[in-house]
């Protein structure tokens, strides 16, 4: 399957910095990337959607001020965390979208935990 | 929104046993995808299904889409202790991109 990485692993950072998360889809080229956040034990919840050259689709209540997406080339998508918050601690994940003959799929990055001091 | 009927929230069960979750939603996808996810990683891809009725397997793990559209299926059959984790199910509308979770399923084995 198709390869997604993130970077980094994992951040600690101390409350009022900015904090920014590569996404890299490493073996083919994504229009379009996901950005979701995801809190123990609960399911993913979409962010925002990225799109190569244009500006990002946030999703309601997600602060597009706070939440800065770029997608500055095929392979490329950066989530910076403005200010970060204690509240802003939380498990990013990152997808890519891949499209065939009638054959969308999604592929996840590793993750990137931010811890907000 | 949209929402996924994920079922069931958790299991716990003997190694070498079969498993069955499903995950049944008001609306009709035109896409279903099966994904596993390992503590402090992120959703690796299982299974993807792309025509109502379509049977797929991947090694002990099968995946059915459903006919009317609205639900689909993961067996996994002689459980090994790797195959602890949770498990989420995600279904795409037809001309959206987006995908549409459901709120996963926690296996357990227990040796």
């Known amino acids: 399957g198709a390869v997604v990485s993130q970077h980094p692993s994992r951040v600690i950072c101390k409350s009022g910095t900015s904090v920014k998360i590569e996404c890299r889809s490493l073996?083919?080229?994504?229009?379009?990337m996901f950005w979701y956040r995801q809190f123990p034990k609960q399911s993913l919840m979409l962010m925002a959607t990225s799109n190569e050259g244009s500006k990002a689709t946030y999703e309601q209540g997600v602060e597009k001020d706070k939440f800065l997406i770029n997608h500055a080339s095929l392979t490329l998508s950066t989530l910076t965390v403005t200010s970060a918050h204690p509240e802003d601690s939380s498990f990013y994940i990152c997808?890519?979208?891949?499209?065939?003959?009638?054959?969308?799929?999604?592929?996840f990055g590793p993750g990137t935990r931010l811890t907000v001091l | 929104g949209q929402q996924l009927n994920q079922s069931p929230q958790s299991m716990f069960i003997q190694e070498g046993e079969d498993v069955s979750m499903n995950c049944t939603s008001s609306?009709?996808?035109?896409?279903w995808l099966w994904y596993k996810q390992d503590p402090g990683e992120g959703p690796v891809l299982l299974i993807a299904l792309y025509k109502a009725g379509e049977l797929t397997s991947n090694g002990r793990l099968t995946a059915q889409f459903g006919i009317t559209r609205k639900d689909s299926f993961l067996n996994i059959s002689a459980s090994i202790p790797s195959d602890v984790g949770i498990y989420f199910c995600?279904?795409?509308?037809?001309?959206?991109?987006?995908?549409?979770f459901g709120q996963g399923t926690r296996l357990t084995i227990n040796p």
């Open positions: 609306s009709i996808f035109n896409t």
């Open positions: 073996d083919f080229q994504a229009t379009t």
């Open positions: 997808s890519a979208w891949t499209s065939g003959d009638n054959t969308d799929t999604q592929y």
């Open positions: 995600a279904g795409q509308l037809t001309g959206a991109q987006k995908l549409v």
